[in-house]
Structure formats: C-alpha cells, structure tokens
C-alpha cells in the first residue's frame, strides 16, 4: 500500500517561519511535490524535490530524505496569503499521490 | 491565455443519470489526469491519460470512464451518477517530458441527489 502522513492544521502569525513535515510510504518513489490551494480552488505547483537535499524558490523551501522517507516544505516571512491548503504528494512514475493536506492559518 | 479548461463549473444531477465532465488544454502536454477531492481526503486520482490514446486507472475508478481522442481533450463520463460521487472534481495535465509540474483546472462542483 502507500501513505502519506501530513498535519492537518498547522496555525502561525504573520513573519513567522512554519515547517510542514511529510513522511511517505510508497510501493515506488520518483519525488516528492508540495502543492498549494486556496480556497478549494486550483491546486498549484510550488516545489519538487527529485533528490535529497533542499530545494530554495524565494521564501519556500522544500527539503527531502529519502533514506528516511521524509519531506518538509518551510515558509518564511509569513504573509497572510500563505494562508492555504498544503498538499505534499509522491510522484509514482507519471502519477502523484497526494496527501490529505494541511491548513495552514496565518495570524495577524 | 494558456491553461486547462473545465466544464460545467457546477451541476446537481439526480442519481442514475449520465454526466460527462469536460477536460481541455492547449499547452499540448501529453498526460493528463483527473482527479476527486473530498473533505479530509485530499485528492484521489481516478484516471489518467499518458498520452492520446491512452488511458489508466487511478486509486478510484470505479464508476468512471474516460477517454482521450486527442492531446487537448480529457472528459470524464460518469454513467450512471450515485450520491457518493458528490464531490469536486479537478482535471490536471503535465508535460510527460519534465512530469513534475501538474497544471489544474479550476474544478467542477458536482453533487449527486
């Protein structure tokens, strides 16, 4: 079977760092994606990481170990508009596998 | 403007009717796929297509179809629509030469009564 586990609300106050952990399971791993969705709308793409490492796209990061089937996207400088779903999800050959996501709340 | 197009934005359908949700691009990427989200389930693929002529299964298909005639089209036919396929459906493509940005649709709002 495959899995992901991500946390389901993660709150935080404007200018502030947040990290949001993922671990997989996964019968087949290429990489892991990290999408971002406001308001049920259309998800969007924000960070792939193919190899182990750290991965650096303005004030979001997203870090990957593979060894430990383990990821995290980290946001920084928190503005009010991070406030969003965050989906990270694996990429099995051509298809992903999402997470449930996490609500991210950013607080005045 | 470049992107991936959805139909109907929203439509309530009685259950034991045929519905075919509409899927277009025009960024001429080879996979395409579509996918359900439910509250707290995040998003289940259903189908996905990697290139015309093709098509495969996701983690949910039952219940489904699809069928892609052509690089830009993807629809989604539901054939006989139950109450458990309310939901919000998105369509997505990918260029299967890099594959690791997938493009969303802006959804489609279905609920079955």
């Known amino acids: 079977g495959q899995s992901l586990e991500q946390p389901s609300e993660v709150t935080a106050v404007e200018g502030a760092i947040v990290q949001i952990n993922c671990t997989y399971q996964?019968?087949?791993?290429?990489?892991l994606s990290w999408y971002q969705q406001h308001d049920g709308g259309a998800p969007t793409f924000l960070s792939y990481?193919?190899?182990?490492g750290l991965e650096e796209t303005g004030r979001f990061s997203s870090f990957l170990s593979r060894s430990d089937s383990y990821g995290y996207l980290l946001l920084q400088e928190l503005q009010m508009k991070d406030s969003a779903s965050y989906f990270c999800?694996?990429?099995?050959?051509?298809?992903?596998?999402f997470g449930q996501g996490t609500e991210l709340s950013v607080k005045p | 403007i470049a992107g991936i197009t959805q139909a109907p934005t929203s439509q309530i359908l009685a259950a034991g009717r045929r519905m075919t949700l509409r899927c277009t691009q025009d960024?001429?990427?080879?996979?395409m796929y579509w996918y359900r989200q439910d509250l707290g389930l995040g998003l289940r693929l259903i189908h996905y297509?990697?290139?015309?002529?093709?098509?495969g299964k996701g983690e949910v298909p039952d219940g489904y179809s699809v069928s892609r005639a052509n690089t830009d089209d993807f629809p989604l036919t539901l054939a006989s629509a139950v109450p458990s396929q309310t939901s919000v459906y998105f369509c997505?493509?990918?260029?299967?030469?890099?594959?690791?940005?997938?493009?969303f649709g802006p959804g489609t709002r279905l609920t079955v009564l």
């Open positions: 997505a493509s990918s260029d299967s030469g890099t594959g690791n940005e997938q493009f």
């Open positions: 996964t019968s087949g791993f290429y990489g």
């Open positions: 990481n193919g190899l182990d």
């Open positions: 999800a694996v990429k099995q050959g051509g298809k992903l596998i």
């Open positions: 960024m001429r990427h080879n996979a």
């Open positions: 297509s990697n290139t015309a002529g093709t098509t």
